[in-house]
C-alpha cells in the first residue's frame, strides 16, 4: 500500500489558482500511475486528472465545463509528489480533491481514469472558489 496526503487546498476567488499536492509514502511510488478526483456535496467522485508513472503522459476529464486547459497535472518521482495546479478557478470547481495511486505497477498502456483503476486514495483536501 501506498500512503497518500493531499495538501494545498484552501478558499480562493473566481479566476484565481491553487496548487495541490500529494506527497506519498511507503511502496515504490515512480512505478505507479496517479490521478486526481473530486467531489463535491451531494455529488459523486469524479475523474480529474491522471499522469503516467514515468510522467510523460497525461489525460484530463473531458466532461461539460471540461478543466483541461485550466489545471494541469505533474509528478516529481525524486519527491514522491504528484501536483495539481489549477488556474482560472470557478465556483463550479469547489469540491474536495483527492489523489490516488493506480492499481497495477507500471501501466503500458493508456491511464487509469476510473475509480476502480485505483487502490490507494488521500484523505482529500478541500477547495472552495467564491463567486
Known amino acids: 500500500q501506498v500512503q497518500l496526503v493531499e495538501s494545498g487546498g484552501g478558499l480562493v476567488q473566481t479566476g484565481g489558482s491553487l496548487r495541490l499536492s500529494c506527497a506519498a509514502s511507503?511502496?515504490?511510488?515512480?512505478?505507479?500511475?496517479m490521478g486526481w478526483f473530486r467531489q463535491a456535496p451531494g455529488k459523486e467522485r469524479e475523474f480529474v486528472a491522471a499522469?503516467?508513472?514515468?510522467?510523460?503522459?497525461?489525460?484530463?476529464?473531458e466532461y461539460a465545463d471540461s478543466v483541461k486547459g485550466r489545471f494541469t497535472i505533474s509528478r516529481d518521482n525524486a519527491k514522491n509528489t504528484v501536483y495539481l495546479q489549477m488556474n482560472s478557478l470557478k465556483p463550479d470547481d469547489t469540491a474536495a480533491y483527492y489523489c490516488?495511486?493506480?492499481?497495477?505497477?507500471?501501466?503500458?498502456?493508456?491511464?487509469?481514469?476510473?475509480?476502480?483503476?485505483?487502490?490507494?486514495w488521500g484523505q482529500g483536501t478541500q477547495v472552495t472558489v467564491s463567486s
Open positions: 490516488a495511486a493506480d492499481v497495477r505497477a507500471r501501466r503500458w498502456t493508456g491511464l487509469p481514469t476510473h475509480l476502480a483503476d485505483f487502490g490507494s
Open positions: 511507503g511502496r515504490t511510488f515512480s512505478s505507479y500511475a
Open positions: 499522469i503516467s508513472w514515468g510522467g510523460s503522459s497525461t489525460y484530463y476529464a
